[in-house]
């Protein structure tokens, strides 16, 4: 006589095979899966004017709105720039666009190029105001992205580069292409 399988499967998503008997045959958990991956919105411009010395992930302040946005992908921090104060106290970040979310009440709709307000410690945004008020220092966003369902800023302590220093690098970037492309014959 053939045994007979039964599938249970029990509200923590874990499979329980059982033959006639009552005999625990196999188990397994099952393993969800996020499918849906919150964008990463990138300043690529950045690291190519700027040599980037160091960088420091800050939290953001954002109406619902922009949230959406930025999930959406509706963002750009082409033309962004961050302002350290130490009267007052804050870090604020500029001219970087998040698209108007279309869903949203008109009422409760966000002014695209609004100035955001940066969340760091007193200690931290001292030490960047201080490095940003000698000569050629800057802060720059080199991305947005979502880290435990909340929005952060990876700003860039950057110095600025000379175009002889961004012709060089060019060369280099295309030297490394070609010993890359040689390496693959080669193989």
């Known amino acids: 006589m ?43 411009r950045a690291r190519h004017d700027y040599n980037i010395e160091d960088t420091l992930e800050v939290g953001i302040v954002l109406k619902g709105s922009e ?22 106290l804050e870090l604020s970040l500029h001219g970087v666009h998040i698209a108007e979310y279309s869903d949203a009440h008109p009422t409760k709709q966000h002014l ?24 050629g220092h800057t802060l720059v966003p080199l991305k947005i992205y979502f880290s435990n369902n909340k929005a952060k800023v990876l700003l860039g302590l950057a110095s600025g580069k000379r175009k002889s220093d ?15 492309r040689a390496m693959k014959r080669r193989l």
């Open 2 to 44: 053939e045994e007979l399988l039964v599938l249970f499967s029990i509200k923590q998503s874990i499979d329980v095979l059982f033959d006639l008997n009552g005999d625990i045959i196999q188990r397994h958990a099952m393993v969800k899966k996020k499918t849906t991956k919150s964008p990463v919105i990138e300043n690529r």
């Open 67 to 88: 949230v959406k946005s930025i999930r959406n992908g509706q963002a750009s921090l082409a033309e962004g720039w961050i302002r350290a104060s130490l009267r007052p």
């Open 112 to 135: 695209p190029a609004r100035t955001r307000i940066l969340l760091a410690h007193k200690r931290e945004i001292t030490s960047l105001a201080t490095f940003t008020h000698s000569q």
């Open 166 to 180: 961004k012709r060089q690098d060019l060369a280099l970037k295309a030297a490394k292409r070609e010993m890359d």
